[in-house]
């Protein structure tokens, strides 16, 4: 089930901004295959401000050093509804792909299985930070 918001989300530039990196929104893994092109979803922009929804799988690439011999750097991060991202896994080397690849699986069966309404917690309630929900039941006078 598709979570019909998004969040203001700082995706990170991995690696040198001269050198390839990519970001990408993933959203299916094809367990036949050990490289990049293992992990289906849409790219999204680094080193900025992009517009994801919360529980989505962000696959981020970037490589520094020489065009002959990159080092490659590759991270895994789950979005937060509170607009922001918790590192999941990461990997460097060539072997990147294959490294992450079941993590991702993973990650992926793990936000399938995840109820977005539970007891009246409906998405536009998912905005707010528990911080923000507790002020909110403690000026209310509850507990």
Do not use: C
């Amino acid at each position: 089930m598709e979570v019909p918001f998004t969040v203001a989300v700082e995706i990170p530039l991995v690696g040198d901004e001269r050198r390839k990196n990519w970001a990408k929104k993933v959203t299916n893994v094809d367990d036949s295959l050990a490289t990049g092109w293992a992990f289906d979803g849409d790219f999204i922009a680094t080193g900025g401000i992009q517009d994801v929804e919360p529980g989505s799988v962000v696959l981020v690439y970037g490589e520094k050093g020489s065009r002959a011999n990159p080092a490659i750097e590759a991270r895994v991060y789950t979005v937060n509804s509170d607009a922001t991202l918790s590192l999941r896994a990461s990997a460097r080397g060539r072997a990147w792909a294959r490294t992450l690849r079941d993590s991702i699986e993973d990650l992926l069966a793990e936000a399938d299985d995840a109820p977005i309404e539970h007891l009246g917690w409906t998405p536009d309630l998912l905005r707010y930070s528990d911080e923000a929900i507790n002020e909110e039941v403690r000026r209310r006078g509850l507990s």
